[in-house]
C-alpha cells in the first residue's frame, strides 16, 4: 500500500471507531440497577407451653397444628394455628408468651379476652378462654395474640385490661363435663387448648412428635414471623 491511501486507510479507522462509539446504546454507559432490600421481619417473641412444669404435646397424636381445629378468631380473622398442650387437672396454667423479643427488647402482655370459652356459656362444659395480647414494647406495635382455653379457677384478678408476667398464674388445668365442647374420658385427657395468631402475617409452630414432652423453656412457636399462611411450621 503506497504511503498516502495507508494515511487514509488509518484515519477511516480511526473515524468509523469513533462513530460506533457515538451510536452505541445510552444504556451501556448507564450503571446497573441496584437491588431493592427486602424487608425485614419485626422481633418475633417466643410461644412457650401455657402450663407451667412439665406438660405433653398433642398427647394422643389427635391434634396436630398443621391441622387442629381453630375456633376462635381475632381482629376479624380466625387464628392461624392451635394445639393442645395436656397435663393433669391442677397443674398451673400461665402465659404462653415470652417476656422478651428476639432483639432482646421487653415484652407487655395484657388480658384481652375474658369468657367462658364453650358457646353454651357454661363454664362447667369447657372453663375459661382467656384471651392475651403480645407488644413490643422497644418499638411499640402489638405482635400476636394466644387464647388460652379450658382454664379452670380463674383468679379474680385475671380481667381484661390486666398486665400479666409469664409465671403469673391464670388458674389450672381441669377436668369438664363431657360434651361436644370437651371429649375427655379421664384425667389424662385435660389439657389447654391453645390458639395463635399474628397482628399481621402469620405466626408459626415448631413441628414435634406427637406425645413429645415439653418444660417451661421448650419454644413451641412464635409470633411476629412473615409466615405465608395458616398452620405453618417455622
Known sequence: MRPLAAARHVLATVLLASASLLAAPAAHAQEAPQPQARPLAAATVSVYPPIQGASVWNRFGQTPPSSHHRVFSNWGYLNDWSVDIYQNPGATVVSPFGSKTSAGGPVTVRVVTVTPGCATG??????????LE???????PVVGRADVMHVDQKPG??????TVGPWTRLGQTGRF??????????????????????????????????GAGLGDETVIGRVGTLNSGPQQAC
Open 157 to 162: 384478678s385475671i380481667a381484661v385490661g390486666a
Open 122 to 131: 357454661n363454664l362447667a362444659d369447657g372453663g375459661w378462654r382467656i384471651g
Open 134 to 140: 403480645a407488644r413490643d414494647d422497644s418499638t411499640g
Open 177 to 210: 363435663r363431657y360434651s361436644s365442647c370437651y371429649q375427655v374420658n379421664g384425667d389424662t385427657g385435660a389439657h389447654i387448648h391453645l390458639e395463635v395468631i399474628n397482628r399481621t402475617k402469620y405466626s408459626c409452630y415448631i413441628a414435634r412428635s406427637a
